[in-house]
Every structure is written in structure tokens, then in C-alpha cells.
């Protein structure tokens, strides 16, 4: 008999563990979320991201373990999959040395060296020469990344989840063990995978003060230039940055941003706005016609997301709770992917896989 599995959340965490699940025959999934794909909301991370894969993980750390375990995948999607919204991006990654001890150079500590951890994870990484660099940068690096329309991508992999059986239900938790009661089997479910993000600061059960948000801040507009760059720092505030990324399969272009850590704040600032649009052409000329500035950018929509940050990183843990019932609960954690959890989405969920299968060992269980 396959076991009875709640996957807990809809954003790319939750679709991604429960993808794999559903894919073994071992398992009979259910996912509940609040948010679903084609849903835009300031508690729904995933559909604001870009999104691209650009490691930032420390060496050694299981973020990193992650993000090399996702490239493959994506990979492969991106050769095999077009109807997935993933393709081939080359990227470059612009270093200014004096941008030092900012959180956006934090942030891209591990992007910018020189001999970055995944130059051999990622095809065609090289060290850009002097001459190939803007004026103002003092290196740079490059490599082919992708990127992903989350706008396809997530409808997608929701589709993927429904074509392996799973059954997708919206549903509002206060409390994490309350999912063992939503199985759509009717059945109590055996196990509960929390993928609720941000929202495991508060989720009655999990309540996990470790977790903060980093804001993020993007304009998502038609002019289409075949560009993905990024770079390390600006001159208008060290919790700003400037990256540019071409969707696929015409999901425009998205400009960013910013790492505000600890801000809430729902509604773009229009004066970030104004500085991120500026800032992109000046990096990119081409995605406006020649002698125009931003008022030639054409608009689809400005866009704030939360990033679930974590201090320690990641959580995929396992995890015995009573539920209000009194009857006792497998969960695995996953979540508190920070900005990158599109490019660990398959490490991470594969790890929580793991631990799903070995919480589900007759002797394993709680
Ligand atoms: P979420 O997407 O927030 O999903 C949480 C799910 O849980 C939702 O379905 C929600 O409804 C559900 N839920 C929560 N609480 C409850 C409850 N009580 N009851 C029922 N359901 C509940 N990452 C990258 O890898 N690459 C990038 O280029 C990138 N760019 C980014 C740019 C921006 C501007 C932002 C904001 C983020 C970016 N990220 C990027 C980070 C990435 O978006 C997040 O790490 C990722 O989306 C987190 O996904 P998640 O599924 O864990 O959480």
C-alpha cells in the first residue's frame, strides 16, 4: 500500500518535493497551499523570482550540496522540456571592488570569485578578460546559466505533479499538524512535508523564529533583449542591486532589485522603481532603442516578493510532533530557501525524499 503524504505549500519547494514523490510508486500525494500557480501575493514567493540560477552558497555547506543537485535537472529541462518555460541563458556576473562588506555583495560573495565552487558544475564558466569589461567593474565571470518564466514554470510543474496522480487542493493551515486530516483519501495522512516557507515563522507547530524576510523588488517589462547580467553592488544604497534576466518563451524581461532584509513592505516603492529601471539601461543600452532612457521601457508590471530567509540556511529536517488531537505526526521540513530556491529546488527536495523514506521505515517512525 503507498503511503499517505501531505505535501504542505504550492510554491516551487512544495511542487518540487511533491513531484517526486508522486513519481514513486511508494507514495499517494495530496499538496494543500493557501497559494496555488497563477496566483500573485506578497505570502507567495516563488512566482516573483526571476528566476536564474546563480550559486551563492558557502563550499561545504548542504545549501551547496543543493544547488549542485538542481543543476542537472534544470539542465535537462531547459535540453528537453520546452514547455516547461526554462532555456539556456549565457550570464555575466560584474564585480566592483568597492562594493565590499555590503549585504549585496554578501549576498554574491560565492558569484563573483574567480574560482567560484561551480565552474565545473556550470558549462562554459571563464574569467572575463579587462577588455571585456564595463567601465567601473573590476571583474567579472561568466558562464550559461537559465533562466526560468515562473509564469510557465510553476503551472507546469503542477501539471506534472497532477499527471503522476497527485491531487492538489487549496486549503488554510493554522496549525502544520492539522494537514494530517486533509489527505483526499480521506485516510489520516502518514506523512506531512512543510513547504510553507515564510510562512513558517508563524505556522502554529513549526513557529520558527529563525526565518526573517529579504525583500525583493522587480519591474517586469516587454523589452525583450537576449540578456541575463548581474552585478555585485550600487552606487544608491548597499542593499540595492542591479540584474537583468530574459525569461523564456516571452515572459520579458525582469529587472531588479534589492535585499532588504527584515522589510515587509507589500507595495513597490516607485523611487526604487525609477532607480532599478535607470540603473538596468545603463548596464544594458540595448533594451531601449538608441538615445531613449527609461521612459521607452514598456511596463507589464512592478512586483515585491519576500525571500523566506533563514539563519542556519535551509531547514530539511525531520521532525515528531503531537498533533491537536494527540496523535503523534511525521513531518519533514523544507523550506527557507532564501533567494534561491528555484536553484535548489531539486537538491533540496530530493534530500527531503530522503528523509521522508527514512521516516517512513517501520522503525524510523516517532
Ligand atoms: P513560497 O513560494 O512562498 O510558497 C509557500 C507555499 O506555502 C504557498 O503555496 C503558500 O500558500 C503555502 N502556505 C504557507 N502557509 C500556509 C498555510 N498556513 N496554510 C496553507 N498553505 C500555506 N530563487 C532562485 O533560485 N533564483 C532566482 O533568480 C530568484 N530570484 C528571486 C527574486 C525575487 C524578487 C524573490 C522575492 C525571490 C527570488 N528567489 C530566487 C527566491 C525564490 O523565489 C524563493 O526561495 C522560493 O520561491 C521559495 O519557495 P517556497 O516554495 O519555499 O515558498
Redesign the pocket.
Given at each position: 500500500m503507498p503511503a499517505n503524504v501531505v505535501v504542505?505549500?504550492?510554491?516551487?519547494?512544495?511542487?518540487?518535493t511533491a513531484l517526486l514523490l508522486a513519481r514513486d510508486s511508494k507514495y499517494n500525494v495530496t499538496v494543500?497551499?493557501?497559494?496555488?500557480p497563477g496566483?500573485y501575493?506578497i505570502?507567495?514567493?516563488?512566482?516573483?523570482?526571476?528566476?536564474?540560477?546563480?550559486p551563492v552558497a558557502k563550499p561545504g555547506t548542504s545549501s551547496e550540496t543543493y544547488e549542485r543537485g538542481t543543476w542537472p535537472e534544470l539542465e535537462r529541462i531547459a535540453e528537453d522540456l520546452p514547455e516547461a518555460g526554462v532555456h539556456f541563458q549565457d550570464t555575466v556576473i560584474y564585480r566592483r571592488a568597492k562594493d565590499a562588506g555590503t549585504a549585496t555583495a554578501d549576498w554574491f560573495a560565492e558569484l563573483i570569485k574567480d574560482d567560484a565552487w561551480f565552474k565545473d558544475v556550470v558549462p562554459n564558466f571563464r574569467v572575463l578578460p579587462k577588455n571585456e569589461l564595463p567601465e567601473g567593474m573590476d571583474g567579472g565571470t561568466s558562464f550559461t546559466s537559465v533562466?526560468?518564466n515562473?509564469a510557465l514554470y510553476l503551472p507546469w510543474l503542477a501539471s506534472q505533479c497532477l499527471k503522476y496522480g497527485a491531487v492538489i487542493r487549496?486549503?488554510?493551515?493554522?496549525h502544520?499538524s492539522d494537514?494530517a486530516t486533509l489527505h483526499h483519501s480521506g485516510k489520516r495522512a502518514d506523512m506531512i512535508v512543510n513547504?510553507?516557507?515564510?510562512?513558517?515563522l508563524?505556522?502554529g507547530g513549526v513557529e520558527d523564529k529563525a526565518l526573517y524576510p529579504?525583500?525583493?523588488?522587480?519591474v517586469i517589462v516587454r523589452n525583450d533583449v537576449n540578456v541575463m547580467a548581474s552585478v555585485s553592488g550600487t552606487d544608491d544604497g548597499p542593499d540595492e542591486a542591479t540584474?537583468i534576466?530574459h525569461r523564456a518563451a516571452g515572459g520579458g524581461c525582469?529587472l531588479?532589485?534589492?535585499l532588504q532584509k527584515n522589510n515587509w513592505e507589500s507595495q513597490p516603492d516607485p523611487n526604487l522603481a525609477i532607480r532599478i529601471m535607470k540603473r538596468c539601461v545603463t548596464l544594458c543600452p540595448e533594451l531601449v532603442p538608441k538615445g531613449k532612457g527609461i521612459e521607452a521601457l514598456d511596463i507589464i508590471r512592478h512586483?515585491?516578493?519576500?525571500?523566506?530567509m533563514r539563519n542556519g540556511g535551509i531547514r530539511v529536517e525531520k521532525d515528531g510532533l503531537k498533533g491537536r488531537d494527540g496523535e503523534s505526526v511525521n513531518v519533514v521540513h523544507?523550506?527557507?530557501?532564501?533567494?534561491?530556491?528555484?536553484?535548489?529546488?531539486y537538491g533540496a527536495s530530493q534530500a527531503a525524499q530522503k528523509l521522508v523514506e527514512e521516516m517512513l521505515q517501520p522503525k524510523a517512525r516517532l
Open positions: 504542505l505549500g504550492a510554491g516551487v519547494s512544495g511542487l518540487t494543500i497551499a493557501k497559494h496555488m496566483d501575493n505570502e507567495y514567493a516563488s512566482p516573483w523570482a526571476g528566476a536564474n540560477y546563480l533562466c526560468i515562473t487549496r486549503g488554510v493551515l493554522s502544520v494537514a513547504c510553507t516557507g515564510l510562512s513558517s508563524k505556522l529579504a525583500r525583493g523588488q522587480i540584474y534576466m525582469v531588479g532589485g534589492c512586483g515585491v516578493g519576500l525571500r523566506p523544507n523550506y527557507g530557501h532564501g533567494g534561491y530556491g528555484y536553484q535548489t529546488s
